[in-house]
């Protein structure tokens, strides 16, 4: 369909009903990010064109934060980081995950279905507690595209303890306070949002 088909916002409306409709109940059925991607349509936002460049491009992120069952040793958090990077690495799967002190925090990002699936694995993975969705949502872009998963041990409890009070404050940004990198990074990437508690 091009866009010259569609020259007003009630055309624009009538073909993204259509197509939901058709797609409902199938496994063509828009996911949240494709289903922001046709409103920015339905809205004369972007072309058909721009839409299916950007679905090309489509980056769903969860951010959460954990509690280790069990303190971990060693060995446990190599097998859990081989076990992940291979995992995402099939998957198209990036991210990021930090362990201090019985706590992680992990950045995922990829494709909606692949990411909400290991989401809800982690949820209920026995080596997690408490696992607090701090944020999710489609993203403009990879934050962490260079890793299948970086991992970070954080001997200091109090730099997760100053990123999260960060995160769930969705404050000004304040990486310039943070000396880690990989805290940075977590702050330029979601201190900007409006976070979203909700389970995915």
């Known amino acids: 369909m091009e866009d ?6 009630t055309q624009r409306r009538r073909a993204v009903t259509l197509a939901v409709t058709l797609a409902s109940g199938t496994s063509l059925a828009p996911q949240s990010y494709e289903r922001y991607m046709l409103s920015l ?6 072309t058909l064109a721009e839409v299916e460049e950007q679905l090309e491009l ?7 934060h954990s ?3 069990r303190s971990p040793t060693d060995m446990d958090l190599q097998q859990l980081l081989t076990e992940s990077r291979a995992y995402n690495e099939q998957h198209q799967i990036t991210g990021l995950l930090l362990y201090s002190h019985g706590r ?3 950045v995922l990002e990829g ?3 692949a990411v909400r699936a290991l989401y809800a694995h982690i949820q209920q993975d026995p080596r ?16 962490f595209a260079d890793w299948h998963m970086d991992f970070q041990h954080l001997p200091d409890p109090t730099a997760v303890d100053l990123m999260l009070t960060a995160l769930q404050a969705a404050s000004s940004r304040t990486e310039g306070s943070v000396e880690d990198d990989h805290l940075r990074a977590l702050l330029e990437a979601f201190g900007p949002h409006p976070l979203t508690a909700e389970v995915p």
């Open 67 to 69: 509690r280790a069952s």
């Open 58 to 64: 489509s980056v769903y992120q969860v951010l959460y």
């Open 41 to 46: 349509f339905q809205r004369g936002h972007l």
């Open 111 to 113: 494709r909606e279905q």
């Open 4 to 9: 010259s088909l569609f020259t007003n916002a």
């Open 128 to 143: 997690h507690e408490q696992v607090c969705t701090l944020y999710h949502g489609p993203g403009a872009q990879r934050r």
């Open 104 to 106: 992680y925090v992990q």
